[in-house]
């Protein structure tokens, strides 16, 4: 079942700015896991967040975290045209096997 | 190189003729999983494996099998093919609970 909703759908900047997106889901966690994936490639792993962390840093991108809203944000700053790609957030649910994915935001950065 | 490694990566079939799709990771991980990616559905889980001989369905199983005898390899087989199986198909592994999923490249199927 798709657990994880991201929004916006589709994002477009220019060079320099920062994205964000957002994920919601249904039920408890055990943690909440970020992807990218470059027009039809495989998905890369970008930051997995515990369920009792509130965020989580790696270069340019911000992860935070609020259980008690089921929600989730990615915050990519000072984007590039390489961060063109589509991002998809993951929930991990209690039994730790059923990795649940949205439908993913397709980010556009023009130059 | 740490990778997942998915054959074929592209395959133009005809619907009933049965087929295999290989996965190979060579990182040593006990759990594996089957994923289709079809337009605006996202990535749907289609089996798991969470080690040797230890598998079940994900959200999407029907017209799939699975096998994993050995660690390093869960192919997925396609008995009887159909038009509906027309998908991008990923295949993952990772090393245990709260870990992240490497995939593979990923495995463009067409069933006419």
């Known amino acids: 079942s798709q657990q994880g909703e991201e929004d916006p759908q589709a994002l477009s900047i220019q060079e320099g700015e920062n994205a964000t997106m957002n994920c919601s889901y249904k039920?408890?966690?055990?943690?909440l896991q970020w992807y990218r994936q470059n027009s039809g490639r495989g998905l890369v792993h970008l930051i997995l967040?515990?369920?009792?962390?509130r965020e989580k840093h790696s270069g340019r991108l911000r992860v935070t975290l609020d259980t008690s809203k089921k929600s989730s944000s990615l915050l990519i700053t000072a984007s590039r045209a390489a961060d063109t790609a589509s991002y998809f957030c993951?929930?991990?649910?209690?039994?730790?096997?059923?990795?649940?994915f949205g439908a993913g935001t397709t980010v556009t950065v023009r130059a | 190189e740490a990778q997942v490694t998915q054959n074929p990566r592209y395959l133009i079939t005809v619907t009933g003729k049965k087929l295999t799709v290989t996965c190979s990771q060579n990182?040593?991980?006990?759990?594996m999983s089957w994923y289709r990616q079809d337009p605006g559905l996202g990535l749907r889980q289609i089996y798991y494996?969470?080690?040797?001989?230890?598998?079940d369905k994900g959200d999407v199983p029907e017209g799939y099998k699975v096998s994993r005898k050995e660690k390093r390899n869960f192919p997925l087989i396609l008995e009887s093919p159909s038009p509906n199986q027309t998908s991008l198909y990923f295949c993952?592994?990772?090393?245990?609970?709260?870990?992240?999923?490497?995939f593979g490249d990923g495995t463009r199927l067409s069933i006419l």
């Open positions: 039920t408890s966690i055990n943690n």
């Open positions: 967040i515990r369920s009792n962390e």
């Open positions: 990182m040593n991980h006990e759990y």
């Open positions: 494996s969470m080690n040797v001989e230890v598998t």
């Open positions: 993952a592994s990772k090393r245990g609970p709260n870990q992240p999923q490497h």
């Open positions: 993951a929930t991990d649910p209690q039994n730790d096997y059923k990795l649940s």
